[in-house]
T-cell receptor
Framework: GQNIDQPTEMTATEGAIVQINCTYQ??????LFWYQQHAGEAPTFLSY????GLEEKGRFSSFLSRSKGYSYLLLKELQMKDSASYLC?????????FGAGTTVTVRA | EAQVTQNPRYLITVTGKKLTVTCSQNMNHEYMSWYRQDPGLGLRQIYYSMNVEVTDKGDVPEGYKVSRKEKRNFPLILESPSPNQTSLYFCASQRLAVGDTQYFGPGTRLTVL
C-alpha cells in the first residue's frame, strides 16, 4: 500500500518562499506528481519527478529523493493567487495515491 | 479543446434513490478513474478502468458501480445512495504512459439527505 504524508496547512507572506514537504512509503514507484487545487475546483498538474533531483518550472520547483522517500514543492515569489491546496501524489503502476493535501494561505 | 466533462456538477438527492454521474473524455485516453474527496482525507480512488470492458476496484469501492462500454465514457453509479456518500467526486483520465499526468473533470458535488 501507500502512505503519503504532507503538512495540513502553511501560511506565508506575499513575495516570500514556501516549501511543502511530502514523505511517502510505497510498494511501487513510477514517479511523484504535485497538483494545485483551488477550493471547489479540479486539481491541475504542476510537476512530475521520477529521477532524483530538482525540476524547475518558473516560480515552482520540485525535488525528489527516492532513497529517502521524500519530495518537496518550492513556491517562490508567492502571489495571492497561489493560495490553494497542494497535493502530493505517488504513482504505482498506473494508480495515483494522494496525500491529504497542504493548504497554503498567502497573506498580503 | 481537450477535456474531461462530468454531469451533473451539483446534485442533492435522498437516501436510496439511484443516481448516475456521467464522465466523458475526448483525449482517447485508455485509463479512467473515479475519486471522492473529503476534508482531511484527500482524494481516494473508487474505481478505475484500464480500457473498454476492463474495470477494477480502487480503495473505497463499497456502494459504487462503474461501467466502461465505450472508451470515452466512464459513468459512476450509486444504486442506493446513503448520507456517507455525500462528497465531492472527480473523474480523471490519462494515457497509459508512465510519466503522463491525469486530467481531472470539474467535479460533482453530491449531497445525500
Amino acid at each position: 500500500g501507500q502512505n503519503i504524508d504532507q503538512p495540513t496547512e502553511m501560511t506565508a507572506t506575499e513575495g516570500a518562499i514556501v516549501q511543502i514537504n511530502c514523505t511517502y512509503q510505497t510498494s511501487g514507484f513510477n514517479g511523484l506528481f504535485w497538483y494545485q487545487q483551488h477550493a471547489g475546483e479540479a486539481p491541475t498538474f504542476l510537476s512530475y519527478n521520477v529521477l532524483d533531483g530538482l525540476e524547475e518550472k518558473g516560480r515552482f520547483s520540485s525535488f525528489l529523493s527516492r532513497s529517502k522517500g521524500y519530495s518537496y514543492l518550492l513556491l517562490k515569489e508567492l502571489q495571492m493567487k497561489d493560495s490553494a491546496s497542494y497535493l502530493c501524489a505517488v504513482k504505482g503502476d498506473y494508480k495515483l495515491s494522494f496525500g491529504a493535501g497542504t493548504t497554503v494561505t498567502v497573506r498580503a | 479543446e481537450a477535456q474531461v466533462t462530468q454531469n451533473p456538477r451539483y446534485l442533492i438527492t435522498v437516501t436510496g434513490k439511484k443516481l448516475t454521474v456521467t464522465c466523458s473524455q475526448n483525449m482517447n485516453h485508455e485509463y479512467m478513474s473515479w475519486y471522492r474527496q473529503d476534508p482531511g482525507l484527500g482524494l481516494r480512488q473508487i474505481y478505475y478502468s484500464m480500457n473498454v470492458e476492463v474495470t477494477d476496484k480502487g480503495d473505497v469501492p463499497e456502494g459504487y458501480k462503474v461501467s466502461r462500454k465505450e472508451k470515452r465514457n466512464f459513468p459512476l453509479i450509486l444504486e442506493s445512495p446513503s448520507p456517507n456518500q455525500t462528497s465531492l467526486y472527480f473523474c480523471a483520465s490519462q494515457r497509459l504512459a508512465v510519466g503522463d499526468t491525469q486530467y481531472f473533470g470539474p467535479g460533482t458535488r453530491l449531497t445525500v439527505l
